[in-house]
């Protein structure tokens, strides 16, 4: 089965000293779309055709994922990298700055990046995560711990990757299907195509060791930006996520001086993915601002 479109095209790029694989539509201003766990670009195909009709809309396969290299070293699964794969990226698909768009762990970089690499975003916009100081704080309150279970157990070693890979990957079907509110929003073929993106050579293991280098590299919280991020940002968050609690978005303005946040109710931490027309309605409107 073929995931692209007739109007897509992929691609590989090199960066940091590995080679990211992507997906593009349209031209234009980059508009930069990162994934999150258990993705791939494929999470993004109901915003690449909206928004290639004005940008040159780019999903990429994170490191370790889908396509792209996947490095063997734990090490090589720190922020510090990740946010250095995104700057070279950005000057190998040719340009100096992006509309940049990402969910769960791939909006956990671009928040990083952002603060490190402000010159290069010109809009930011994040999906189901938390500003790093909310989820600094929030990360060992109740109910938040429990919800963040997973995060502990991906540190034992091998484990994890078992019980992904169990019935030919069910869990990783599980995933999307069982936390999705509105269950067709995955198709038999979008869950296939999941498990074939975390079955392929070293993908459950590089997946796993984002999680791994957490609490390595844990940083203080002296080591969180704290200082108001300048650029114009966007949070759309769906309200019924399991994994991070709504509270979590509560006082984000604190940390971003030009911040909106979109709620979605009866919407699981998959937003874009099961309310495509939601959240590209409210990506389109903050777009269009000056």
Known sequence: MTLLTSEQR????????IRLHYVSQGQGKLMLFLHGFPEF??????????????????????????????????????????????DGAITGLGYEDCILVAHDWGGAIAWVFAYEYPHR??????????????????LFTSPQIFRSWYIFFFQLPLLPELWLKKNNYRTIANIFSEMAIDKSAFSPEDLEAYKNAAAKEGALTAMVNYYRGIFSKFPSSS?????????PTLMIWGEEDTALGKEL???????????????I???????????PDLV???????????
């Open 41 to 86: 670009w494929y999470s993004w195909r109901h915003q690449l055709p909206e928004f290639a009709k004005d940008y040159h809309a780019v999903a990429i396969d994170l490191r370790g994922y889908n396509d792209s290299d996947k490095p063997p070293s734990r090490d090589a699964y720190s922020m510090e990298e990740f946010v250095k794969d995104i």
């Open 121 to 138: 975003v010109e809009k930011l916009i994040v999906l189901n995560i938390p500003h790093p100081a909310k989820f600094l704080k929030g």
């Open 280 to 290: 590209n309605q409210y990506i389109r409107e903050f777009l269009a601002r000056d």
């Open 265 to 275: 109710p009866d919407c699981s931490h998959w937003v874009q993915q099961e309310r």
């Open 10 to 17: 992929e691609g590989f790029l090199t960066t940091n000293g």
């Open 223 to 231: 080591q969180i930006p704290t200082e108001k991020l300048d650029i």
């Open 249 to 263: 978005t509560y006082g984000t303005e604190e940390y971003v001086r030009d911040f909106t946040v979109k709620y």
